[in-house]
Each structure stands twice: as C-alpha cells, then as structure tokens.
C-alpha cells in the first residue's frame, strides 16, 4: 500500500486556504488543516470528505511554539510524511501610525512573522532528511510596499518575504522548494464582499482573485521541476495597477 502523504495549510479560512487544502487533496494528499479554533474547521474537511478527498483539522495557534511542535509531530506520526507545508495566515489590519498601538504592532507581528517562523523551521525539520518537500510562504501587495496606515501589516509581511529569502536560499541546494506567492489585489472572500462593494462588483470582469485559481498557481509551485523553481510568483487580476 502506497504511503500517504500529507499537506498542511496553516491559515485554512474560508477562501484561499481552504481552496489551496482542497486543491491537493484532489491529488490524494490528506489535507492537514489548521486555524485556532478547529470547529471552524469542519465545513471544509466535510467539503473534502464528500468529494473522496482525506482531511483533518487541528486546533492550533501557530503563535505557540509548543502547539506547532505537537501539531507537526502528530501528523508525522499518525498520518503521514509531510510533502508540502502552506502558511496562509492573515493579519492585515489598518490604523494611523498614531493610533498604532504596541499590542497591535506586536500581534500583527507574532501572527504574520512569528509564527511563519516557526510553521516554516518546523517543516524543514521534518523535510531535510528526507531531501525533499515544498514550503510556499503566501504574501501580499504590503509585501513589497508599505502603503499609508499599514505600518504594523507591511512590516510583518516584509520581514515574512526576507524569511522566505533566507530558507530559500539554505534550503534550495538540500531538495526544498521555498517559495513566496505575493497575493496583489482583492480576493473573492466575503470581507470583500461585505466592505467593499464597488471592488467585489469587478467579480464579473475577473477583477478580483478567485482562490481556486489561486490554489492552482501553489500546486503548480509545488509539482514544478527542480531545474527551473520559482521563488517570488506575482498574483493580480488583469485589471490591477502596480
């Protein structure tokens, strides 16, 4: 019997986390997915179940060193070698640098860098002695530019892109691909329906992000042969300016 492998995407909401989790389970992968609260999770790993895919959620705070630990340990040992790890968390808050305060600055640190710290050293663990496996970093247009009143996101998110330089950069020559997709515009999810309207309208014309095609962009990073990786890949709808 063949053995199973694994994905796990850490950040799995109702858009593109959960697309990407579906999206390799279609593959035969068991999708491993997690967000703080794991009953939240169930409506996916039921989505995936019912179409023959294998799922399981874990209730994790990837903030915490010791539930990150325990969580790559038990996938590890009762469900299967991980192939791909995906973090996807958010984080994307807005306020005047004024009203910016130290608990913001630092949770918005601990959840977009922090932890993509330690989901991304862990995975390495678990990947290096076998000399393969795919971690993919995803990141945003705050990225690569910090806009007015994004002081807390934009540096969090940079430091994540310098992070994924690095491991890329150790990891690469030892089988790993390490890869930051930047997500650059507004995403099919119901924020952007609920708060901005006018921006969701442009559904109709393809200008916002669909996370199934978002999804497949990370299963084509991570089936990619290893003489031409992509490390950066740039995500925006035609209509986008940059």
Not at 125 to 132: D, S
């Amino acid at each position: 019997m063949a053995e199973r492998k694994a994905v796990l995407v850490v950040g799995a909401g109702d858009a593109t986390g959960g697309a990407i989790a579906k999206r390799f389970a279609r593959e035969g992968y068991v999708a491993c997915v997690a967000r703080r609260n794991a009953e939240k999770l169930q409506p996916l790993v039921d989505e995936i179940e019912a179409a023959g895919g294998q799922a399981r959620a874990f209730g994790c705070d990837a903030r915490v060193e010791e539930q990150v630990l325990d969580m790559f340990q038990t996938i590890e040992r009762e469900i299967g070698p991980l192939e791909v790890v995906v973090f996807n968390i958010g984080a994307n808050v807005q306020f005047s640098i004024t009203e910016t305060t130290e608990r913001v600055y630092r949770k918005v640190w601990e959840m977009a860098t922090l932890a993509g710290f330690l989901t991304g050293r862990e995975a390495a663990k678990v990947m290096l002695p076998r000399g393969r496996g795919t971690i993919l970093f995803t990141g945003a247009t705050a990225s690569l530019r910090g806009r007015a009143g994004f002081a807390a996101f934009a540096s969090a998110k940079f430091a994540l892109r310098a992070l994924a330089q690095s491991m890329a950069r150790e990891l690469g020559p030892q089988g790993i691909h390490v890869a930051h997709p930047v997500i650059d515009g507004a995403i099919d999810t119901a924020f952007i329906r609920d708060n901005f309207p006018e921006r969701y309208a442009l559904k109709e014309q393809d200008g916002i992000l669909n996370p199934e095609h978002i999804a497949e962009q990370y299963w084509q990073l991570h089936v990619q042969p290893r003489d031409c990786w992509v490390h950066e890949l740039d995500l925006r709808p035609w209509t986008e300016m940059f």
